[in-house]
């Protein structure tokens, strides 16, 4: 093993812990702190390709197999004793990161197509980027209300901001015109402010 390479790979997961994790996941955070201060797990992640040695595929690829650690000695044992199943996961799976907060660059592009919108999500993010409107965004020097499902401060500050105007000052809301496709779901937005309705759609 390389010392530099180790090096790097310790920062790799202590970064992910203090940075990615951080007030986010408490337990992915202890989880990937305890991997950069321990030796032997660094040595099962090194012979593996850089794609397939980061953070959170080693834990998902753990609970997918045995499920939830509750802190690191649980993790570190189960993965010493299982090495040749958890290597096996990790290197034929990969994770997908859905996080609302994608909408943060969206919303400043379909804030200037014309209305109505349709959008149509394929993927695994569960439906959360189909609801641009309905999330409140901070950019900085320019901030939209609050949403009536969450607010995400600091969001894209160094990229496109969304158009002065109705809706993208503090206090404002502008009716939601958009129809969101999912699973063979169809969600309308009647408004911002009132109860919205799901229609069943079948699949062809």
Known sequence: MHNQDFADLSNRYRRFAEVEAHDRSPLYAALARGVAQDREAPG?????????????????????????????????????????AIRSIMLTRSTQTNEPARCAVLRPVLAQLPKPLALIEVGASAGLCLLPDL???????????????????????????????????EGERRPSNMLRTLSGTTLRTISATRSRKVIPRRSA
């Open 44 to 84: 099962f992640l090194m012979p593996l390709p850089k794609e397939k040695q980061q953070p959170n595929l080693l834990i998902a690829a753990v609970r997918h197999l045995f499920g939830v650690s509750s802190d690191w000695q649980q993790l570190r044992d189960v993965l010493l004793a299982n090495t040749d």
């Open 135 to 169: 999330y409140g965004y901070d950019y900085g020097s320019r901030r939209r209300a609050p949403g009536p499902l969450l607010s995400l401060s600091g969001a894209s500050r160094s990229g496109p901001r969304p158009p002065a105007g109705p809706g993208t000052s």
